[in-house]
C-alpha cells in the first residue's frame, strides 16, 4: 500500500514533466500562441475536475491533466514575450 501512495503522489510531477516538452514542442513545430491556448484548456479542465474528484485517483489524475498545461504556460508565456517585444 505504501507503493501505491507513492505512485499517486508522483503521477502530478509526471505532468510536470512530460507537459513543458510536449507544448513546447507544440510552440516551435506550429504556433506559441496555439500551445499556450491547449495549455490554458489543459489547466481548465484539470481544474475543474480537480473540484469535483472524490477520490485519490480523480484528484492524481486531475492534478496531472492541470500540471501538463500550467507548467507549460510558465515556459511558453515568457517566450512568446520575448518573442513579440522586440528585444
Not at 5 to 29: A, E, Q
Request: glycine residues 8%; negative net charge.
Amino acid at each position: 500500500q505504501k507503493d501505491e501512495r507513492t505512485i499517486i503522489s508522483s503521477i502530478p510531477y509526471l505532468g510536470m514533466t512530460i507537459g513543458p516538452l510536449l507544448l513546447n514542442y507544440v510552440g516551435d513545430k506550429y504556433d506559441r500562441l496555439l500551445a499556450i491556448r491547449i495549455g490554458f484548456i489543459l489547466s481548465a479542465i484539470g481544474s475543474f475536475f480537480f473540484a469535483i474528484a472524490q477520490d485519490i485517483i480523480t484528484l492524481s489524475a486531475a492534478l496531472f491533466i492541470q500540471n501538463l498545461g500550467v507548467n507549460s504556460l510558465l515556459v511558453l508565456i515568457f517566450v512568446h514575450i520575448f518573442e513579440t517585444s522586440g528585444t
